[in-house]
Antibody
Framework: QVTLRESGPALVKPTQTLTLTCTLS??????????VTWIRQPPGKALEWLAR???????YYTTSLKTRLTISKDTSKNQVVLTMTKMDPVDTATYYCARIRLVGPYIDSWGQGTLVTVSS | EIVLTQSPGTLSLSPGERATLSCRAS???????LNWYQQKPGQAPRLLIS???SRATGIPDRFSGSGSGTDFSLTISRLEPEDFAVYYCQQFDNSIFTFGPGTKVDIK
C-alpha cells in the first residue's frame, strides 16, 4: 500500500524558512520512474503546484516561487524534503506531497496534507 | 507557462441533474496531459480523469472527460449526493504542472 505523510511545523514566523518532510511507505524515492511533488492550498482557495523531484534527482519548480523553493530527497530515510525561504502570511496553506505517475503524467497518490500558518 | 481557466466558478444543481464543467487553456495542451481531480472538504484531491478522457481506477462511469487543444470538459451525467465537491483541471507542460482555479458543484 502506497502512503505519503507530510510533517513539519504548524506555525512559522514571517521571514523564517519552512522545512517540510514527506515520508513515503510502500514505494521508494529511488525507484525508477518515481516522481514526488509538493502542492499547496491556501484556506478556501485553489491548488497550487510547487515543485517536483524525480528518481534521478532532476528537480523542477513553479516559476513564481522558484527563487524560494528547494526540493531534495534522502534515500536512506525514503523522504522528500521541501524548503521555502522568506515565509509570509500569504504562504499560509495546507501543503500536500504526492506521487506523480509519469505514464500520464498525473498525480495518483496524495498525503493527507499539513496546515502551515505563517504568523508572528 | 500555460494558464488554465475553469468555468463556471460555481455550479448549483440538484441530485440527478447533469453537470458540465469547462477548462480552457491559454495555449494548446496535449490531451495526454490534461487531468481532472475532485476534492471534498477536508480531504486531499482525488484523480478522476487522466489524459482528458480516461477514468481513473474506481471512478464511476457517470464521470466522463473530453476535449482537445485548448478546450476540455468534465461531465457528470447524473449527480449523486457524493459528487458535490470542487473539481480542478490540471495540465503538464515543459516538465511542470499547473492547476485551474476550480469549479465548485453545490446543491441547489
Amino acid at each position: 500500500q502506497v502512503t505519503l505523510r507530510e510533517s513539519g511545523p504548524a506555525l512559522v514566523k514571517p521571514t523564517q524558512t519552512l522545512t517540510l518532510t514527506c515520508t513515503l511507505s510502500g514505494l521508494s524515492v529511488s525507484d525508477t520512474g518515481m516522481c514526488v511533488t509538493w502542492i499547496r492550498q491556501p484556506p478556501g482557495k485553489a491548488l497550487e503546484w510547487l515543485a517536483r523531484i524525480d528518481w534521478d534527482d532532476d528537480k523542477y519548480y513553479t516559476t513564481s516561487l522558484k527563487t524560494r523553493l528547494t526540493i531534495s530527497k534522502d534515500t536512506s530515510k525514503n523522504q522528500v524534503v521541501l524548503t521555502m525561504t522568506k515565509m509570509d502570511p500569504v504562504d499560509t496553506a495546507t501543503y500536500y506531497c504526492a506521487r506523480i505517475r509519469l505514464v500520464g503524467p498525473y498525480i495518483d497518490s496524495w498525503g493527507q496534507g499539513t496546515l502551515v500558518t505563517v504568523s508572528s | 507557462e500555460i494558464v488554465l481557466t475553469q468555468s463556471p466558478g460555481t455550479l448549483s444543481l440538484s441530485p440527478g441533474e447533469r453537470a458540465t464543467l469547462s477548462c480552457r487553456a491559454s495555449q494548446s495542451v496535449r490531451s495526454d496531459y490534461l487531468n481532472w481531480y475532485q476534492q471534498k472538504p477536508g480531504q486531499a484531491p482525488r484523480l478522476l480523469i487522466s489524459g482528458a478522457s480516461s477514468r481513473a481506477t474506481g471512478i464511476p462511469d457517470r464521470f466522463s472527460g473530453s476535449g482537445s487543444g485548448t478546450d476540455f470538459s468534465l461531465t457528470i451525467s447524473r449527480l449523486e449526493p457524493e459528487d458535490f465537491a470542487v473539481y480542478y483541471c490540471q495540465q503538464f507542460d515543459n516538465s511542470i504542472f499547473t492547476f485551474g482555479p476550480g469549479t465548485k458543484v453545490d446543491i441547489k
